[in-house]
């Protein structure tokens, strides 16, 4: 799989949104190695695990608050980070506004 997220590849599929895209593809649940690929592969899924335990930023913590456990596994809930993911993007701002 290339480097450039997978988010990017959904946006080109006009009747697939990225939610159903990622729901298709990683199922209902992914862990930390699913997370890194949604997110462009650039991440390692140690790299992820510990940056999310470490950083405080908003973007941070909506991705922990997607967080499940099974037993020791730890999941993320796909429709939530796909939620996440879209409420980040640029393209989520109103015309002419940046997101922070």
């Not at 209902?28 to 695990?49: D, N, V």
């Not at 456990?69 to 989520?92: C, K, M, N």
């Amino acid at each position: 799989m290339s480097s450039h997220s997978i988010v990017a590849e959904a946006s080109h599929s006009p009747q697939s949104s990225t939610k159903a895209y990622l729901l298709a593809n990683f199922g209902a649940y992914t862990g930390y190695a699913g997370l890194a690929q949604i997110l462009g592969g650039t991440w390692s899924k140690e790299g992820l695990r510990v940056s999310l335990s470490r950083m405080d930023t908003d973007f941070a913590r909506r991705l922990n608050d997607a967080k499940r456990r099974a037993g020791r596994r730890v999941l993320f809930d796909v429709a939530l980070v796909a939620d996440i993911l879209q409420e980040s993007s640029p393209a989520a701002a109103p015309h002419g506004e940046e997101q922070t």
